[in-house]
């Protein structure tokens, strides 16, 4: 197969949902990806969040070809040793008092489980989201995120889930009432542009919740696993949630997804009223072990600290330079950059020098790289900017820039 062959056939087969960079990946070692012409990328992608690791991280590879090799799938009407292991592990690095957990498949079956077991342990209906915010694009997931262009063309959405002015706690405590049940929000927006919260905002909100008998669910999705150089992005406001979300990275690259909450709150959930299929699957618990082992063991979330550190100051030498730089914001190595414009051929000519970046809205460059980028894979991303906004700067004043 040919790169022309299998662009084409993608394109052809699979549903056109996606914002396509034209290039075919076939190989990952740590942060670095080749495609199929054996071009190397720094991956600041890093499959939105999930290669938090590195892609193939040899002690996650060794684990999945372990248990490939003994049993793959086991329904959880069974027990299986693999998924008590994990169970056991991921509640050991929980924060404090979450400790039963609802496995799943993704992000937005996270926020949907939420979704339920807030209505269920309450009895009441009212969930509230903010504005800006993002859970996923299932229908209840949907309607608890913000983007009208993800929503519109699928109403009506889930009732009684509204939204309320991101990190302000005056609306969201108007925004409350007799049906609310519980609030979610991102610890740090994500999708929404990188945005990250005054310092205050998450330990009232969680003293509200408190004050007013209101759940509060923490969409730590994309900022947990040492993303943000602490473990869960909650720890950066010293708060814990009653319910959390959480997804990508947690099994090593396979697909994950995670509703742990108090006990008396998951409790709540009888026999039947939720599952999935695949939940807990041998297979993706033996290769969550192993990621939770190699985050631990190698110092990720300390590295994910001081190498987001480095990134930062860099991007915001390169925002000295350029006028086109709005901002640089974010916590560890999740990070944005905001430009003056849209983003996206900025984007399609990083890739162009190798350099994979994702975006954030219109106008914001998202780095989500593994935690075990090198600082000389951030010095060339750095280079590779420089020269890119150089170039779209050059663009503008030339009144053209790169069609997508
Ligand atoms: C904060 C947050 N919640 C939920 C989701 C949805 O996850 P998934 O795409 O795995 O359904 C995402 C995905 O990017 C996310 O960033």
């Known amino acids: 197969m040919n790169e022309k062959y299998i662009i084409d056939q993608e394109n052809k087969l699979m549903a056109n949902v996606f914002s396509k960079r034209p290039i075919v990946i076939t190989k990952g070692q740590g942060a670095t990806l080749w495609d199929i012409n054996g071009k190397e990328y720094v991956d600041c992608m890093g499959s939105y969040g999930v290669a938090l690791l590195g892609h193939c991280h040899p002690k996650v590879v060794a684990a999945i070809c372990k248990q490939a090799q003994s049993l793959i799938s086991c329904h959880a009407s069974l027990y299986n040793d693999k998924r008590t292991e994990f169970l056991e592990k991921l509640t050991s690095i929980t924060p404090q008092g979450l400790n039963k957990a609802f496995l799943s498949n993704s992000g ?137 979300c959480l997804a990508k990275p947690f099994a090593g690259g396979l697909p994950i997804g995670i509703t742990v909450a108090k006990e008396h709150i998951m409790s709540s959930l009888k026999v039947g009223e939720h599952s999935t299929t695949f939940s807990g699957s041998p297979l993706v618990c033996a290769a969550g072990c192993a990621a939770i082992d190699a985050l631990i063991e190698e110092n990720l979330t300390e590295n994910a600290a001081a190498l987001g550190k480095y990134f930062k100051e860099q991007l915001e030498e390169l925002q000295n330079k350029h006028s086109i730089v709005k901002e640089v914001r974010g916590k560890g190595l999740m990070i944005g950059v905001e430009l003056r414009f849209e983003v996206f051929s900025a984007i399609l000519r990083a890739a162009e020098k190798g350099v994979l970046i994702l975006d954030a809205g219109r106008n914001v460059l998202r780095f989500l790289p593994p935690l075990v980028i090198t600082k000389t894979q951030i010095d060339k991303v750095i280079s ?6 150089k170039e779209e700067e050059n663009a503008r004043t030339a009144g053209s820039s790169v069609s997508h």
């Open 108 to 244: 937005a079956e996270s926020v949907e489980c939420a979704i339920k077991l807030a209505r269920k342990y309450t009895g009441k209906p009212e969930i509230i989201a903010v504005m800006g915010g993002y859970h996923g694009k299932t229908m209840g997931a949907l309607s608890a995120t913000w983007d009208k262009k993800y929503r519109e063309p699928f109403l009506p959405l889930v009732p009684e889930i509204k939204h309320a002015p991101p990190d302000n706690l005056d609306k969201i405590k108007e925004a409350i009432t007799d049906k609310t049940a519980a609030i979610i929000v991102e610890p740090i927006r994500g999708e929404g542009g990188i945005r990250v919260p005054p310092d205050g905002f998450l330990e009232g909100l969680r003293q509200l919740c408190n004050e007013k008998n209101v759940l509060l669910i923490l969409d730590e999705v994309q900022t947990s696993f040492g993303r943000t150089g602490k473990l869960f992005g909650c720890e950066h406001w010293g708060i814990t949630p009653d319910v959390m």
């Open 384 to 389: 590779v900017l420089d020269t890119v906004l």
